[in-house]
């Protein structure tokens, strides 16, 4: 049985029925994956489906934001091996497959299976095939596709090596992935050039935290300029301040964030704002805290430079990025601030009306 979906929600009897196929684990990691797609539509919570079915929450997750990504390889077309062997295997490598474009996740879902590729080792290629394609040519040498993108990947990893060994390694890993005569003799030279190109370090993020009440301004509403009607004061919604940034939601799609006035803010022309997780941002430490964050980016700036992170258009989707090279469009503007939250170690402190400074 496969559960479509973009199915209706289920009746109480289908969902008994996708409940007990889950317990069982009947199917493919695609019917699993659509069955834990129809009973959040039939609005049951993640930790609802983990109790009632096993699968945990971090794998309910991962096998749907999967299927997803083998419903577009699909519609894009890959080969009938290809199809196979992800309809009955590969969830966790075509998860790491969800930051391409849909024509670039085809492509390169064949070339994990030609090569057997594991999830750990297409993690850690899908970063410098994304970035291959943010060049608006081609290295000298080196063609289209995942495999010429992974090859040149190895051939700049060699270069930066002055250990032998090292570049031996890196040298055979771009051999092993190249497609063209091109590209591989393009690699051979280094077995007889040893000149070392160290790398070029990712700059840091502009990361700020708050730190004092002061740099905590609350935002407000205005009804307007008097004289104003009752029903004019009745208009204005409620502005509900939400942790950790003052989130102001109102009716219909606007909201508001209180950010401190710094100059960086001050100077932009058109600031927006963007929550996510810290660790989700590009080129964090693996140990980055897990904290909501907001990203203040300028979408009147729209020229790349090498030391500023962008927001970028991928395939209708919001991205972060950060490229050394220029990039070659879809740019919607510079991120000028990364904002953490303040640290509040007592938060009843702010509200006690009998704290006075010394």
């Not at 430079?305 to 991928?314: M, N, P, V």
């Amino acid at each position: 049985m496969v559960f479509s979906g973009s199915a209706p929600v289920p009746d109480a009897e289908a969902v008994q029925d996708i409940l007990l196929r889950l317990r069982r684990k009947q199917g493919t990691w695609v019917d699993w994956a659509q069955g834990c797609q129809a009973l959040q539509r039939a609005k049951f919570t993640p930790q609802q489906i983990f109790e009632e079915t096993g699968f945990e929450p971090i794998h309910q997750n991962q096998i749907m934001v999967a299927e997803q990504v083998y419903q577009s390889i699909l519609k894009v077309g890959v080969t009938e091996a290809t199809q196979a062997h992800f309809t009955e295997r590969g969830s966790d490598a075509l998860y790491e497959l969800r930051i391409l474009s849909q024509t670039d996740r085809a492509s390169v879902a064949d070339f994990v299976r030609r090569h057997g590729l594991d999830s750990e080792e297409v993690r850690d290629l899908v970063k410098p095939i994304k970035e291959y394609s943010y060049r608006k040519e081609n290295p000298p040498g080196f063609g289209d596709g995942p495999g010429e993108a992974v090859a040149f990947h190895f051939w700049k990893l060699a270069r930066q090596k002055d250990d032998l060994q090292d570049r031996s390694r890196l040298i055979a890993q771009g051999l092993r992935f190249a497609e063209s005569a091109e590209s591989r003799q393009q690699i051979e030279r280094l077995l007889t050039d040893f000149t070392v190109v160290k790398a070029r370090t990712a700059p840091r993020l502009p990361l700020y935290r708050i730190e004092s009440e002061s740099e905590l301004p609350r935002v407000i509403p205005v009804v307007g300029q008097l004289p104003l009607s009752v029903d004019d004061l009745k208009a204005v919604p409620v502005a509900l301040p939400e942790d950790p940034f003052g989130l102001v939601s109102a009716t219909g799609p606007s909201a508001w964030a209180a950010v401190p006035g710094w100059q960086v803010i001050f100077r932009a022309e058109d600031p927006v704002g963007l929550l996510t997780q810290a660790n989700q941002l590009p080129n964090m430490p693996a140990d980055a805290p897990n904290e909501m964050v907001l990203v203040v980016v300028d979408r009147a700036d729209r020229t790349w430079h090498e030391d500023s992170y962008f927001l970028t258009d991928e395939d209708s989707q919001l991205g972060l990025v950060w490229s050394e090279t220029p990039l070659e469009g879809g740019i919607l503007g510079r991120v000028i601030l990364v904002l953490r939250p303040k640290r509040i170690l007592d938060e009843d402190y702010n509200r006690e009306l009998w704290q006075l400074e010394e």
